[in-house]
């Protein structure tokens, strides 16, 4: 196919028009990732997630630049409604990114958060292929939130950066709610800012706490900030990618990578079991007016939603795979 | 059902057993949600939500009090693992609750976020149906979150308060990423702080200038803190409250309670499908070993995940449903 030997040479335009036919689920985009899926899987993926506000664009930006100069080619992926990479953006932000995009080495892309309750995992996973096919080395992903959303990056990068800023709020009590767990490498951005000290002597001790065997990775805090001294940014940038650096040569030396691989490829399973399963499903009962009914006789209590869906289920799954 | 007499009476000890065993799917709990069902479905849902730090616990607190001097019976339940009814407290947070927890008029319970990484959708729902059934007038429910998570809230609510905090980053970023849609009533809480006027000036303006028809409800703001002047403390929160009723009765005469409710029934529909198609299909794949054997062949890119998804939904699927 003419598409998937473009994008596997790196063309911008299609893998920009195929990343948004995803996200727009345009029928024809799944054949073509089909078609890619076996030149996939070769590249680096960090996951780089924070509040909003903790300079997360800025600090990729700048892990760009970095990394140019050890001549990797890169990928953004920015799942990110307030990022400047999504357009949400104040307009020197968007100014800043523009020397990236002059890179053909660097390739660029933003999800929206289209319908903003949906969940964007399903075209997280397939738009990292498309930059996977581009035989990018590294792709930097930059999710937003302290929720649910921000967990997910897990599920969808090798390496995890989570950026702190201090006077953010309680940042330890946002890190005891499953942040700890998912961090593989933190980041204090704004570091020159008060409190900077205080959330790196806390966030230490809470990593110090942590029983962890001898064999297993301990989490580098890497303090950051334009202002921030006594090195200047670039060389705090450096400790940053060294860090991360390390980190892909223990994921590899320890097995770690498997599993984490593994863990990548059975989200991506579930979720097109949802595609292909349950969502026609429900896709069929909104379009017969069946839901519309249900809901109904639900509101009257005539009926509860536990025993309907069971009905249902009993009305579209073959009885013997019951 | 003894278990559903008891809870309609108002026994919190088997409601809270209930709660529990839902959160860890314990069979019985199912037939027992069934039971309760025809009784739930007549409490008012007040959604609290807002960063971790925002101080949505102590205000829930302050708002459970006003309420009670309004004579009203109350639920609250908490979905965060930072909140203070959570456990995961400061002993002082914890103590202030304790008050509550001695009136028979008030119910509290948390739920856990067992396994970070899940959802918790299915158990808030039910959970909710228990506190309805047990005839309290509002329901409290406290969640966390920027992300997905919280903008969820909107699916359990009838009323949503959003909580903001001056100097927690980009507020009025955070907003646009989708919690300007789901706030009914706006509280800035520690209203003290340095910020605070800019932060409201910001969130009025921004309301200002959203597009509303004359009958659409303007959210308003509230100015919260324990050392906000002019007002006590006290006025603070009688003003939310009255802001509340406001949007209750906005709601009843408007017709946009019903689609609220209307709302809240599909997506309890669409959890129970999930719970009833896709669930069982995914446990039945686990145990035969036939995912663990996908996940290999899908490393290897012997198959792509698609394909294989769409070869289950032809196993389990009726053809003429298909």
Do not use: C
Request: aromatic residues 4%; glycine residues 8%.
């Amino acid at each position: 196919m003419d598409t998937v030997k473009q994008i596997r040479e790196g063309h911008v335009r299609p893998a920009s028009r195929l990343i948004r036919d995803i996200e727009d689920k345009i029928p024809s985009a799944k054949s073509e990732i089909k078609s890619l899926f076996p030149y996939t899987g070769k590249s680096f993926i960090i996951g780089i997630t924070g509040a909003p506000g903790a300079g997360k664009s800025t600090l990729t930006d700048a892990i760009v630049t970095n990394l140019r100069g050890r001549k990797k080619t890169i990928g953004v992926l920015a799942v990110d409604p307030s990022s400047p990479f999504s357009g949400g953006a104040i307009l020197g932000d968007r100014i800043r990114m523009q020397r990236h995009v002059q890179d053909p080495d660097v390739f660029i892309r933003s999800l929206a958060t289209r319908g903003a309750l949906g969940g964007l995992s399903h075209a997280v996973g397939k738009a990292i292929h498309v930059i996977e096919a581009m035989r990018k080395d590294i792709i930097l992903v930059e999710t937003v939130g302290i929720g649910q959303q921000e967990l997910d990056i897990i599920n969808h990068a090798h390496s995890v950066v989570v950026v702190l800023v201090p006077g953010m709020g309680d940042e330890i009590q946002v890190m005891k709610a499953g942040i700890m767990e998912i961090a593989d490498v933190f980041v204090i951005n704004k570091a020159d800012r008060d409190g900077a000290k205080q959330l790196h002597k806390e966030l230490i001790s809470m990593l110090n706490a942590a029983p962890l065997g001898p064999k297993d990775w301990r989490p580098p805090v890497v303090m950051v900030g334009s202002l921030f001294k006594p090195k200047p940014f670039a060389e705090n940038i450096e400790e940053l990618v060294l860090k991360l650096e390390e980190h892909y040569l223990y994921l590899r030396s320890s097995g770690k990578m498997i599993e984490r691989i593994n863990r990548k490829i059975t989200v991506e399973i579930l979720d097109a079991l949802k595609a292909n399963i349950l969502e026609p499903i429900v896709q069929k009962l909104d379009e017969s007016g069946d839901l519309l009914d249900l809901v109904k006789k639900v509101k009257s209590r005539k009926v509860d939603p536990y025993s309907a869906a069971e009905e249902i289920a009993h009305r579209f799954l073959k009885s013997e795979d019951k």
